[in-house]
């Protein structure tokens, strides 16, 4: 009666429907119709309280059977207005989510536009077009200082068709504007539409005010050369959805930087039109190669800055002896087509190895001359290089933030443990109380009503377990995994003792992980190896570990190798997701989580993980992750499980 905003007086005697949503009393009167008949109902409406909120009720309608014959129905009504609630605002986080991937991935083919040998004149459209686009708005502007003052400013302007009419508007430009103020200080500049237009820098749009469109927000960021001086503005407003965000001003200052790149080389190649090819190139790598002898000839300063070799030692060697292992092929097959005077592309990326081991990525931009010569220029991409990977690895991470969303959602669970708790308790009062007057029937069904609702909630606490992974943690730190091992046989000696199983290790390094989390993989890799054992034979886990190189970077294979039951290969990647089982529940204990919190675990590690299975042999499980985890890298992860928990596997 409280949710309903009424007293019973107030409902007896009246027709049941008075109170659901006009719209739904139809369907709501077929179901009670249908209950009168003896079909028990369960469904959904939209009530409406004697103030007139509207409430979401989940309802059971249940005949009342007398002799036979239909007596009455019961009716039970639950208000669900909050878990409405909650779906709705986890459609909403999916919703921006999905936006925001969006919004990276045109990030991501505007840097690879960008990144093409564009002329400047034509370069300013292709930015504004690519702003408009990538930020969603209506209006982009780009202007860049020719270092003859602003009057002289060069200007590019996107419109969408919203503004049409207005794409020859030419209005000369006095730097005293708003957007000046983003080119003194240094530094973006966001504002919503109110703030705009009561900031007293703001210019309006004079005698075309009355017909110009409002404006949904206004967002500006600087531009700067490589030399940290001021090369302009880019400027965006009128946003197509709502008002620009915190993120869209990170996203137009990541532009800004590709920008500032893409017209610092546009003005370099536009220079070399027109001058000696060579004369401005000191700036750059300048290099005179001969392909027939595979040397250098010729190299200049910044080459030797930057691999920190002398230009005799570049000239001295072989050019491929400096070229990374892992790109030396591919130089070579290039050098050999420059030899023949085939026909290559100009641009090459290859890597270099330094003098102090470093590694540093090169991008050549190659001419043949008549005497079978090659005159090259290179620059130093090993940052944007970086940049571009770190762009790939937030795309990446949010995708994965996107599926961790969508599994969320089985966090709903959550809801369900106090209808559980009260259900084992009723349950076990009954057991208590009146065991003795039930049937043998009886008993047996309110024991496997207890069974079920412990197996229930252990799913649920599976559950929980598997989403914090990435919603609690500890920091990255070194780990000696000799120590986790330790310690983890240590929790296992009873099952070690009771099967008459070993653990071989050989010795394991320290790399940069979570201690907690990577002391929860070997747990559960070593309690899978003990539990799916042969019958035949004691079970022997062999844990080892060897170096390797992921990308640029250290690494380590771990190996958890076992002679148990094994498994068909087909399974391999089965056996890692939420809930999956090869076994019956009556074969082997467990839910099927504890494979699937591995794989997060080592996920959240930059890892991957794979299995090998042999049935009737053993299975194999592969893990591989790197030495030192990336410096700023903050996701966190939580405590999963107490050491000492029985993990499982299926």
């Not at 500032?260 to 546009?266: F, G, H, L, V, Y």
């Not at 003795?436 to 929980?464: K, S």
């Not at 499980?621 to 410096?631: C, N, S, T, Y």
Request: proline fraction near 5%; hydrophobic fraction near 40%; charge should be negative.
């Amino acid at each position: 009666m409280e949710q309903a905003e009424t007293t019973p007086e107030g409902v007896l005697g009246r027709l049941f429907d008075e109170l659901v949503a006009p719209e739904q009393r139809d369907v709501v009167r077929a179901h009670f119709e249908a209950a009168t008949r003896g079909l028990a109902r369960n469904y959904e409406l939209t009530a409406v309280t004697a103030r007139g909120r509207r409430i979401d009720l989940r309802v059971t309608n249940l005949p009342i059977v007398v002799d036979g014959r239909v007596t009455g129905v019961f009716g039970i009504a639950q208000d669900i207005s909050l878990l409405r609630k909650h779906q709705r605002d986890l459609a909403e986080a999916l919703d921006a989510a999905e936006a925001n991937s969006a919004q990276l991935k045109r990030l991501s083919q505007a840097a690879i536009t960008l990144n093409r040998d564009l002329a400047e004149h034509g370069l300013y459209q292709q930015l504004v077009d690519q702003l408009r686009e990538t930020l969603g708005a209506h209006q982009a502007v780009v202007s860049v200082d020719t270092g003859e003052g602003t009057a002289q400013m060069i200007n590019a302007i996107s419109l969408s068709e919203k503004y049409a009419r207005w794409r020859g508007y030419d209005a000369p430009i006095d730097g005293s504007g708003i957007y000046m103020m983003v080119a003194e200080q240094g530094r973006p500049m966001r504002l919503t539409q109110a703030e705009l237009e009561v900031h007293p820098r703001w210019r309006g749009f004079g005698k075309h005010a009355a017909e110009h469109p409002p404006m949904r927000g206004w967002l500006a960021v600087p531009l700067f050369d490589s030399a940290g001086g001021r090369l302009g503005i880019l400027q965006l407003s009128d946003k197509q959805a709502g008002e620009f965000s915190e993120n869209d001003e990170q996203v137009a200052v990541q532009f800004a930087q590709m920008a500032s790149i893409a017209i610092e080389r546009a003005r370099l190649i536009e220079k070399l039109r027109v001058r000696d090819r060579f004369f401005d190139m000191s700036l750059e790598v300048f290099v005179i190669f001969d392909p027939a002898q595979r040397r250098w000839l010729q190299v200049n300063p910044v080459f030797s800055q930057i691999t920190g070799y002398s230009a005799e030692e570049l000239c001295s060697h072989e050019f491929d002896h400096f070229v990374h292992p892992d790109d030396r092929d591919r130089a070579l097959e290039r050098a050999g087509e420059l030899e023949r005077r085939a026909e290559v592309p100009r641009a090459f990326q290859v890597r270099y190895v330094c003098r102090d081991g470093s590694i540093r990525w090169l991008e050549w931009v190659s001419v043949p001359a008549p005497d079978g010569l090659v005159y090259a220029v290179g620059r130093d991409i090993t940052e944007r290089q970086q940049a571009e990977q770190a762009l790939r690895q937030t795309l990446s991470d949010l995708n994965n933030r996107n599926r961790e969303l969508q599994d969320f959602a089985f966090i709903a669970s959550h809801d369900l443990q106090e209808p559980l708790r009260k259900i084992r308790a009723f349950s076990d009062r009954l057991q208590l109380r009146h065991a003795a007057e039930l049937a043998p029937e009886a008993r047996d069904y309110l024991d496997r009503t207890g069974q079920a609702a412990a197996r229930m909630q252990t799913l649920i606490d599976d559950l929980l377990a598997y989403s914090r992974v990435a919603a609690r943690g500890k920091p990255f730190a070194p780990v000696a995994l000799d120590g986790v091992l330790a310690a983890v046989l240590e929790d296992l000696e009873a099952r070690l003792e009771s099967s008459a199983g070993r653990v071989e290790a050989d010795p394991l390094p320290t790399p940069e992980a979570d201690p907690t989390q990577l002391r929860q993989v070997f747990q559960n890799l070593l309690a899978n190896a003990l539990k799916f054992r042969s019958p035949d034979r004691p079970p022997v886990v062999h844990v080892s570990a060897e170096p390797l190189r992921i990308g640029d970077a250290p690494g380590w294979r771990l190996t958890f190798a076992d002679n148990g039951i094994g498994f068909e290969d087909k399974y391999a990647d089965r056996i890692f997701g939420p809930f999956q089982r090869l076994h019956g529940r009556q074969d082997y204990e467990g839910t099927g989580i504890g494979l699937a919190i591995v794989r997060r675990i080592v996920e959240r590690h930059r890892g991957t993980i794979r299995a090998q299975g042999r049935p009737g042999e053993g299975a194999t499980f592969i893990l591989e992750m790197p030495e030192r985890q990336p410096e700023g890298v903050a996701l966190q992860a939580g405590v999963l499980t107490e050491p000492g928990t029985p993990p499982d596997r299926d």
